[in-house]
């Protein structure tokens, strides 16, 4: 079985889907379309950018999600995956690639989640953390320590075992570095983000998104889809709905969504983006499974 895996945020890289507007004329249009929908130039963002403002979480997630269109409206009738899921603005990919929302709907919610969460990082700053070398009980205990004390940091992606980002507060978070070091940590990073993403301070966004998403049609799925909320495969649109509004304030739980994809017979992963991170989080989370990417045009025509 196969399974396609969409890209998240920070594989973005200026000159992305280039490729994929030069070469294949309906792609072309598809970005003319995105512009008018957005109402600014995205692929010259995309394409020129300067990094910095390709970086701004606006505009970050909206072009991950062009880039990860063109390459579904490219393959077309061949992509074709059993199952498919998305890291974090990846699920709305996956959404469109499934048919469970137009292009139309799914670049607009994604621009929307964008904007609303730039804005919710303007107004709470808030921090992120990656911790590597800790078992899940420990830093989900470390956390919910912390929350007790009034402190803001939770679980916010657990990309592999061994590496979860934790997400809250930005003082707490860099309060919190200490503690995880000293529970045995092999390495504390402190991320460059504009916002505590997957955590409480994402409130705001979460609320203002839901308005949009509850006014969208969501229709069922061609292929099941595994939710990063709770990384159970689902078919009903209403579910789909109801966790991608509840995904800004919740962990992706990824390593357990890949975990669940060997159990229920996936072998193949093919990620689905820019960059190799969702090749190297199935490496370092499964073993015997076949994995690899499609970026560029080129690796469109030698898909099969």
Partial sequence: ???????????QVVGMASSFYNEVPKVKELFEQANSILGYNLTSIMFD?????????????P?????????????????????VAGHSLGEFSA??????????????IV??????????????????????????????????DLTKQGKVVVPANYNSPGQIVVSGNDADVDDSMELFKSAGASMVK?????????SPLMEYAKEALSEKVNLTTFLTTKYPIYPNVNAVKTTKAEDLKSFCIQQLTSPVRWAQTLEQMQQDGVDTFIEIGPGKV????????LKGVNFSGIDTFADCTNYN
């Fill in 1 to 11: 079985m196969k399974a396609m895996l969409f890209t998240g945020q920070g594989s």
């Fill in 95 to 108: 959404y469109f690639a499934a048919g469970v929302l137009s292009f139309e709907d799914a670049l607009s």
């Fill in 63 to 83: 072009a991950l999600f062009l880039h990860e269109a063109a390459i579904i409206t490219t393959l077309g009738y061949n992509l074709l995956p059993n199952v």
């Fill in 190 to 198: 402190k991320l460059v983000v504009s916002g505590a993403f997957h």
């Fill in 278 to 285: 969702l090749q190297g989080l199935v490496k370092r989370t």
């Fill in 111 to 144: 621009a929307l989640r964008g904007a609303l969460m730039f804005e919710a990082g303007t107004k709470q700053k808030g921090g992120m953390l990656a911790v590597l070398g800790l078992e899940n009980s420990i830093v989900e205990s470390i956390c919910s």
């Fill in 49 to 61: 950018g300067p990094e910095e403002v390709l970086k701004e979480t606006r505009y970050t997630q």
